[in-house]
């Protein structure tokens, strides 16, 4: 069975930080492409970040250029969202992801995409 757990995530003040962690078990996590997703009060699920399997690729949305860098530790079988600059439009549900299919050499960033996922972490960035 496969679990992803997230943690991090809160409250923080427009310009702050935060930093998500997902840790996988049930596959062979160092052959997924993972990815970050979030979800906004009456908005659809939004692909935030993405990163291949072998780390040889990422993904990131416009809106989040260069203020995100995901990351992840296929030892440690965890996947990292690091977040900076952090604006109230950043307030959302985040949802850590992991691809259907292992070893994919398209990085996926449609939801569709993706078989499992974590139970979700509000992130609120007051202004």
């Known amino acids: 069975q496969v679990q992803l757990v997230e943690s991090g995530g809160g409250l923080v003040q427009a310009g702050g930080s935060l930093r998500f962690s997902c840790t996988a078990s049930?596959?062979?996590?160092?052959?997924?492409?993972m990815g970050w997703f979030r979800q906004a009060p009456g908005k659809e699920r939004e692909s935030v970040a993405a990163i291949t399997w072998n780390e040889y690729r990422t993904y990131y949305a416009d809106s989040v250029k260069g203020r995100f860098t995901i990351s992840r530790d296929n030892a440690k079988n965890t996947l990292y969202l690091q977040m900076n600059s952090l604006k109230p439009e950043d307030t959302a549900v985040y949802y850590c992801?992991?691809?259907?299919?292992?070893?994919?050499?398209?990085?996926?960033?449609?939801?569709?995409?993706?078989?499992?996922w974590g139970q979700g972490t509000q992130v609120t960035v007051s202004s």
């Open positions: 049930g596959r062979t996590f160092g052959t997924y492409t």
């Open positions: 992801a992991q691809d259907r299919f292992s070893y994919r050499r398209v990085l996926v960033t449609s939801p569709e995409g993706y078989e499992y």
